[in-house]
């Protein structure tokens, strides 16, 4: 069941927040208050890296337009802190002085006045820098992001928005082609223009590149309409594209006669959120459910669920506890340790201790993490990744609590499964990172795509790690998981069908929607192609054919993705359980493909992958350096090491399914160990194995 939020908007009076505030109501969350950071009085124009400022007076009118209290605040901060994170990667501080903090304020307003508030909604489309600052402040708030625009295509955004009819005029614009003539026409009036300049000059029809700026005069959720009154053009600056703005005498309200408020239903069917044709529709409709779930899938998505759709339904695997492991490890060292070149992991094994909480087992395992890092001048703020393995999912809500306290900013990529851990321990971390020193001066240093909002885009984050980090050009995902991202619920399906088709192809649009974002020009250490180095898949038990589904659907996905992914190495793992009850979670790994600079910035080693599979081992190479493998081993084979080279390893990861030998074979000095007992572990021909090892070299 999707929770459902009484809800601040954050709004400027321009289109974008205006228009996220009819999705917030389509999506079934109540609008409690609106707030708007204004400039002085008497301040037109004020030179904002955050906030818009031009028409900043006419949001109150909105409110009350909408029935719903107003709140403001001046502006007295600056842009302090401007890189690409903001805050630090321990705690959750802000940073004195800067324009971010006068929206905090603003927040201390509104909770003061409804502390029943639960989320913000902001209509954040493609900034970064926006979003980043609005989810810190959320986040130490405890108000959840909801930012339904974020990543949507902006002309077809454009589009939605005059056809829901929408009413916003430009009040400045700052963009070649636009210009003083610009100032005070309609959306509608300049799409054409818009398009044009999009198809010439690569402008954005949407102004995310602050070509322009809205004010809202009309929309669904407004039941008068916003007259502007003595208005001015006032040119700022001529040359060399012309910066204008419309200078705001005063406005008033219009009674828009017949005017009835939209349910959510209509305001669904306004927005293009709902199936006209849908019979049984309304809230209880199963017809209307089925086309909201369905409708998270793009035309990709829904390529891969259609193929999948004819696969026969096999019978419902068996129970999580119905195998037991007795895991050789448990008596081996409880921390590990690899490093090769400045990439380096660490594993703990934890052990529960009496009555402790599992928060405080997790807490111990950090601590160990940490100490082993010092020893080495590293430390939690270089990891890039973690892999968290509990003996239970039903461990995950307080594990994350006690894991939360670890991290601020930026954190790792991470991948939460359960797993066959041996009685007496409930807690496994692995952590890879990278040290930064080298790429302190470099502009694609450490780079974390952490989005915390609730959109259509893909999943925000359940826990706090990031969608993806990338270092040293690696980039490292997290485990996506097949929810829908409006709502953050599994998708709903019949107790007689099969759920692994839909679950594997969500979770994989996931995986596509992600990797676009990092390499997207408009992302901060974007445009790059790069190419795939591996991945697990990993599954779990439910009605349905499991193992033939999620290797059918990567194989569909890999040839219509690119990217490498067809050849890349990739094992499919049963996991007791994974987050949320999902039947698929899926990681994967790329090299961004630049060049890579050492130590000496003349060092440059340009590369291009190559992939090899041959005798159980599946291999990826970047340039003439191995960075990824998967090797398999067959039950007859577990006393045999000798084919396992892992000379240069940083990391092993261990998916094994019987208490096999090899892991003693395999506990080389310098290289970091991770065993990982598990139900199954399949290649991509479906062949199962009695372990796979998973070897990243960094």
């Not at 019978?315 to 380096?344: I, K, M, N, Y």
């Not at 992914?565 to 790994?589: C, G, T, Y």
Request: glycine share 10%; with cysteine.
């Amino acid at each position: 069941m999707a929770t459902k939020h009484k809800v601040i908007g954050l709004v400027s009076g321009g289109k974008d927040s205006c228009f996220n505030l009819c999705h917030v109501v389509a999506n079934g969350h109540d609008v409690v208050a609106l707030a708007t950071l204004t400039p002085e009085p008497g301040v037109d124009e004020l030179d904002s890296h955050l906030f818009q400022s031009v028409g900043t007076a006419v949001p109150p009118l909105i409110a009350r337009s909408m029935g719903v209290p107003h709140f403001s605040r001046v502006i007295r901060g600056t842009a302090v802190e401007v890189g690409a994170e903001y805050g630090r990667r321990v705690g959750m501080q802000g940073v004195d002085g800067d324009e971010t903090e006068d929206l905090t304020a603003l927040l201390c307003d509104v909770l003061a006045a409804h502390p029943d508030a639960t989320a913000l909604a902001s209509g954040a489309i493609l900034s970064t820098y926006q979003r980043l600052r609005i989810e810190h402040v959320c986040a130490r708030l405890g108000l959840v992001s909801l930012a339904f625009l974020w990543q949507a295509e902006q002309m077809p955004l454009v589009d939605r928005m005059i056809g829901a009819g929408l009413e916003a005029v430009l009040v400045k614009v700052a963009g070649v082609g636009l210009g003083a003539r610009q100032v005070g026409k309609t959306l509608a009036q300049v799409r054409p223009l818009l398009g044009a300049l999009e198809q010439r000059y690569g402008s954005h029809p949407a102004g995310e590149g602050g070509e322009y700026e809205t004010l809202t005069l009309d929309g669904p959720l407004f039941s008068h309409r916003v007259v502007l009154e003595d208005t001015a053009v006032v040119v700022s600056d001529p040359e060399p594209h012309e910066v204008a703005y419309l200078r705001i005498g005063g406005a008033r309200l219009e009674l828009k006669e017949g005017w009835v408020r939209p349910d959510m239903r209509k305001l669904r069917r306004v927005l293009g959120l709902t199936d006209e044709g849908a019979e049984g529709g309304g809230e209880s409709g199963g017809n209307e459910e089925a086309w909201r779930v369905r409708h998270a899938l793009d035309d990709e998505g829904r390529e891969v669920l259609d193929q999948l759709q004819g696969l026969p339904v096999g019978p419902a695997l068996t129970g999580t506890d119905s195998v037991v492991v007795t895991d050789e490890a448990a008596g081996g060292p409880s921390v590990r340790f690899g490093r090769q070149g400045r990439w380096f992991a660490v594993s703990v094994e934890g052990i529960t201790d009496g009555d402790e909480s599992i928060g405080d087992e997790l807490a111990r395992c950090f601590d160990e993490a940490e100490t082993k890092l010092a020893a080495a001048s590293l430390s939690l703020t270089q990891v890039a990744h973690i892999t968290l393995l509990l003996s239970s999912m039903s461990l995950f809500a307080p594990a994350n609590a006690a894991y939360t306290r670890r991290f601020g900013v930026s954190p790792p990529s991470r991948a939460t499964v359960a797993v066959l851990l041996p009685p007496g321990q409930r807690v496994r971390l692995e952590l890879t990172g990278h040290d930064e020193a080298a790429l302190a001066r470099s502009a694609h240093g450490r780079q974390a795509l952490h989005v915390q909002g609730q959109s259509y885009w893909a999943p925000a984050n359940i826990g706090p790690y990031s969608q993806a980090v990338t270092a040293d050009n690696k980039v490292h995902f997290a485990g996506q998981i097949p929810l829908v991202p409006s709502s953050l619920a599994l998708p709903p399906h019949s107790p007689t069908a099969d759920p692994y088709p839909l679950q594997s192809a969500l979770a994989l649009q996931h995986v596509r929607r992600v990797v676009r974002a990092l390499q997207s020009v408009h992302a901060s250490g974007g445009g790059w192609t790069g190419w795939a180095e591996g991945a697990v898949v990993w599954y779990a038990a439910g009605q349905g054919a499991g193992l033939a589904v999620v290797r059918k659907a990567w194989h569909i996905w890999t040839r219509q993705f690119g990217n490498g992914f067809k050849h890349a190495p990739v094992v499919f793992v049963r996991a007791k359980e994974l987050p949320r009850n999902a039947l698929v979670e899926v990681q994967v790994f790329m090299d961004t493909g630049r060049a890579c600079a050492g130590d000496d910035d003349d060092d440059v080693d340009e590369r291009t992958p190559t992939y090899t599979s041959a005798q159980g081992v599946e291999r990826c190479a970047s340039g003439s350096r191995p960075s990824r493998a998967i090797f398999f081993v067959e039950d007859g084979q577990v006393d045999d090491a000798a084919q396992l080279d892992l000379s240069g390893a940083v990391g092993v990861r261990v998916y094994h399914v019987t208490s096999c030998s090899i892991m003693s074979r395999i506990l080389v000095t310098g290289v970091c160990v991770t065993p990982i007992p598990v139900h199954a572990v399949a290649g991509r021909d479906g062949r199962e194995y009695a372990a796979a090892l998973e070897v990243f070299y960094g």
